[in-house]
């Protein structure tokens, strides 16, 4: 699987992985596919992790013929995935990945991130949220911007949906997923969260969200 990885790159190799879980169709086969997909991006969790929150979701959350992957169980199980991952790697320092051959690992990770055909380019966005832009990013920067960038690509798909919609839906999951977490963890993956975001969440899916969930959305520390 590391040589795959390798000859692949790790944008090939999450849209594989991708792939896999949205081409499963019983609930029991998608949780399976789900939790050994984030198993196996643990060859190399900062990098597949930016690969999803960079190249795989904004490719998806804009409609370019990948409808499929925001209909249930699908969209569930990308949300948790997203989610997943992206608390593990929030609480990882500079790490390399198992596979022996990423040598230049900042160079690597700063090309993917800010490449001519990145959707979503982090250099941009620091310079947007008023943030020093460093050509020479830590594994650590590059992931913490990635995290506020997600938000920013989720509310801005959230607030375009008038109506309940596959976005909508989504967006809602990821929301849900950083609250089951709770603590700390909950309140670190939730902290870019727009306001916004939240009471248009509340105005069109009253349903999807629960006294006990609002509660913990505003207070992760409450218990489950």
């Known amino acids: 699987m590391a040589r795959l990885f390798d000859i692949g790159g790790t944008q090939w190799f999450m849209e594989v992985l991708v792939s896999k ?16 997909v984030l198993s196996m991006m643990h060859i190399d969790l900062p990098g597949c992790t930016l690969s999803l929150l960079l190249h795989i979701l904004p490719s998806i959350l804009s409609g370019s013929g990948r409808k499929e992957m925001l209909c249930y169980p699908a969209n569930a199980a990308l949300a948790k995935l997203t989610v997943s991952s992206l608390a593990a790697v929030l609480k990882m320092k500079n790490s390399v990945p198992y596979s022996t051959k990423r040598k230049l ?46 938000f920013q690509l989720l509310s801005g798909a959230g607030l375009e949906s008038g109506s309940l919609s596959p976005k909508l839906e989504f967006v809602a999951a990821v929301v849900h997923e950083c609250v089951k977490i709770g603590g700390e963890e909950s309140a670190n993956l939730l902290s870019p969260l727009p306001p916004e975001l939240i009471n248009h969440l509340l105005k069109l899916m009253p349903h999807k969200f629960e006294m006990e969930v609002i509660l913990r959305l505003f207070d992760p520390n409450l218990p489950a």
Do not use: F, W
């Open 105 to 150: 690992r900042s160079a690597d990770l700063d090309n993917m991130c800010n490449s001519t055909t990145q959707p979503v380019k982090l250099r941009k966005l620091a310079a947007g949220e008023g943030l020093p832009v460093d050509p020479n990013l830590t594994q650590e920067q590059l992931v913490s911007q990635a995290h506020v960038g997600l």
């Open 21 to 36: 879980i949205t081409s499963q169709v019983y609930n029991e086969d998608v949780d399976r596919c789900t939790e050994l």
